[in-house]
């Protein structure tokens, strides 16, 4: 729970600040090739230095969620179970980007934390091969490159890759994340 006072007191600074600029919350869809697989994504993003004619700087607060239940009967074993695995992150960025008319490419560069569970239930087989449950937390930073696409001043569509890496860290139960594609929509005011 210590972990996010600090995210807390970043967004209230951006938030009670009267010199950043307008707001944009957004949703998207995350596919990523480590397990679970598809998940979903919110943002709050609150740009900085509206001064500037051609560049958008911003902070943004984004959290994703994965969750997935496997039926796992490895072959020619005595044994079978369901396990769930959930996933879920939050982490602050800072993003950059420049207006080419309705496109708005952007970079973003960040930190965050991740927490990965696992939960082994309907076990079939010998005591002595029951999987473990497992849970585990990690610190991570991550390089994100997208594109939103201005439809109407209030709706923008985006697509995102975000790169992760978990070298802050030392992960024992999921794999090392690499990377995820999102495809949302974001919604200014």
Excluded: C
Excluded at 36 to 62: A, C, Q, T, W, Y
Excluded at 81 to 95: I, K, P, R
């Amino acid at each position: 729970m210590r972990r996010f006072i600090p995210l807390t007191i970043l967004m209230a600074v951006i938030f009670s600040a009267s010199s950043f600029a307008q707001l944009e919350i957004g949703a998207s869809y995350e596919l990523r090739d480590e397990k679970p697989k598809n998940g979903f994504g919110l943002r709050i993003e609150k740009g900085i230095l509206e001064k500037l004619p051609v560049v958008n700087l911003s902070l943004r607060l984004h959290g994703s969620y994965f969750s997935e239940e496997n039926n796992v009967d490895p072959n020619n074993q005595s044994f079978s179970y369901s396990e769930d695995l959930t996933n879920y992150d939050v982490g602050v960025a800072a993003v950059g980007g420049v207006s080419v008319g309705l496109l708005e490419p952007y970079v973003g560069l960040g930190l965050g934390t991740e927490n990965y569970e696992k939960a082994v239930k309907d076990y079939n087989g010998l005591p002595g091969n029951r999987p473990e449950d497992g849970n585990e937390s990690n610190l991570y930073w991550n390089l994100s490159v997208g594109a939103k696409v201005t439809v109407i001043p209030v709706l923008k569509p985006f697509v995102e890759y975000r790169y992760s890496n978990k070298e802050l860290a030392e992960p024992t139960l999921a794999d090392a994340q690499n990377g995820r594609i999102m495809f949302g929509v974001s919604l200014s005011f």
